[in-house]
């Protein structure tokens, strides 16, 4: 449980979302990647505040895998700087976070 991760990467279509989490989950970087439409992201981009609708990738993951995840992510992705940030699962049930790590063996 300790290196199970949550990581979060926003992209701005359907299909990149849907290429990215397949990529990840069939190289084994990713045991799960849930895409959520609908999000709205007010930020700034080259001195200007931006807003954009985009889908927003949660992914399963764990310590072993980041460095190679964040490759495929920058690799995969349209964007310059796409988002790439890791949040620690503090707990969670014992079979899912075992599928979890069976998953990305």
């Given at each position: 449980m300790e290196q199970a991760r949550l990581i979060l990467c926003t992209t701005s279509s359907r299909d990149e979302a849907q290429r990215i989490?397949?990529?990840?989950?069939?190289q084994h970087l990713a045991a799960?990647?849930?895409?959520?439409?609908g999000v709205t992201s007010v930020y700034r981009w080259q001195g200007t505040v931006e807003e954009s609708s985009e889908l927003l990738?949660?992914?399963?993951?764990?310590?072993e895998k980041l460095k190679a995840l964040e490759?495929?992510?920058h690799k995969l992705h349209s964007y310059d700087v796409p988002e790439f940030l890791v949040l620690p699962i503090e707990s969670g049930s014992?079979?899912?976070?075992?599928?979890?790590?069976e998953s990305i063996r």
């Open positions: 989490a397949r990529a990840l989950v069939e799960c990647v849930n895409i959520v439409e990738l949660i992914i399963k993951s764990n310590t490759a495929a992510i014992h079979p899912y976070l075992a599928w979890l790590h």
